[in-house]
C-alpha cells in the first residue's frame, strides 16, 4: 500500500499527487490520500470514478479524512478527465461558460444580480446550451441553497449539462454542504474541461 499525505494542499493537489501515483500502480494496488477537508474526498471520489479505481473513504477526526483508491490498471494518462458515459444530448455543443461572480458586469452590485439572474434564465432557454457551466469565486453562491437562479441551473442539468462548481471556492464561503447543483470539482478538472473547449464564455 502506498500512502499520500495531502492534509494541507489546496486544490488541486491532491488530485494530482493521487494521479501520479495510479500511474504507477498494478492493478489491485491500493493507494491510501489522507486529505483534511470533504471537497478533497469527493474530487477524489470522481478520480477514482473516471479510471473505473475502488474508493472508500472514512471520517478519522474533526476535518481528517483517509480515502482509498484501489488501481484498476488503467494508465491514468488516457482515463483522467474522461467524459463520463452518457448520451450527449443533441442541443449542446461543447462551449463552455465560466461564471466567476454572483453579478454580471461593473458597476451597481444590485443590478449585477439581477442581470446574472437573466442572463442565465435566457442560457437555459437558448436552443443551443452549452456543454458545462464552471462557478468558481462568488460564482458558486449561484449554484448553492438560497439562489434565485436554481431552478434555470437544475433545468440545464436535467438536460445533459455539466454544472460544476470549485470545491476550493465552496469551502472557503463555507458552502459545501449547501451545494444544490451539479457536482463539486477542483481546479485540475476546470482546467481540463476549459482546455478542450470549443470557446469559453464569461459574462
Known amino acids: 500500500m502506498m500512502q499520500i499525505d495531502a492534509r494541507g494542499d489546496a486544490c488541486p493537489v491532491p488530485v494530482v499527487k493521487a494521479k501520479k501515483a495510479l500511474d504507477k500502480a498494478a492493478a489491485g494496488e491500493v ?8 471537497a478533497a474526498v469527493q474530487n477524489l471520489r470522481k478520480l477514482a470514478g473516471n479510471m473505473s479505481c475502488g474508493f472508500r473513504s472514512e471520517t478519522v477526526g474533526a476535518g481528517h479524512f483517509v480515502t482509498v ?9 488516457e482515463a483522467a478527465i474522461r467524459p463520463d458515459p452518457e448520451c450527449r444530448p443533441d442541443n449542446r455543443d461543447a462551449a463552455v461558460v465560466v461564471i466567476r461572480s454572483a453579478v454580471m458586469g461593473q458597476g451597481d452590485d444590485e ?19 452549452p456543454g458545462a457551466i464552471l462557478f468558481y469565486n462568488g460564482g458558486v453562491t449561484l449554484t448553492t441553497e438560497g439562489s434565485d437562479s436554481l431552478e434555470d441551473i ?33 481546479m485540475y478538472e476546470l482546467a481540463g474541461i476549459m482546455q ?3 470557446k469559453i464564455i464569461t459574462p
Open 196 to 198: 478542450n473547449a470549443s
Open 31 to 38: 493507494i491510501e490520500v489522507l486529505v483534511d477537508n470533504e
Open 69 to 77: 483508491i484501489t488501481a484498476a490498471g488503467i494508465p491514468a494518462a
Open 111 to 129: 443590478l449585477g444580480k439581477v442581470l446574472m439572474k437573466g442572463y442565465i434564465y435566457a442560457l437555459s432557454q437558448l436552443e443551443t446550451l
Open 154 to 186: 437544475k433545468t440545464m442539468e436535467s438536460q445533459g449539462v455539466k454544472i460544476i462548481s470549485c470545491g476550493t471556492c465552496l469551502n472557503y464561503y463555507q458552502l459545501t454542504d449547501r451545494l444544490q447543483a451539479g457536482t463539486i470539482g477542483n
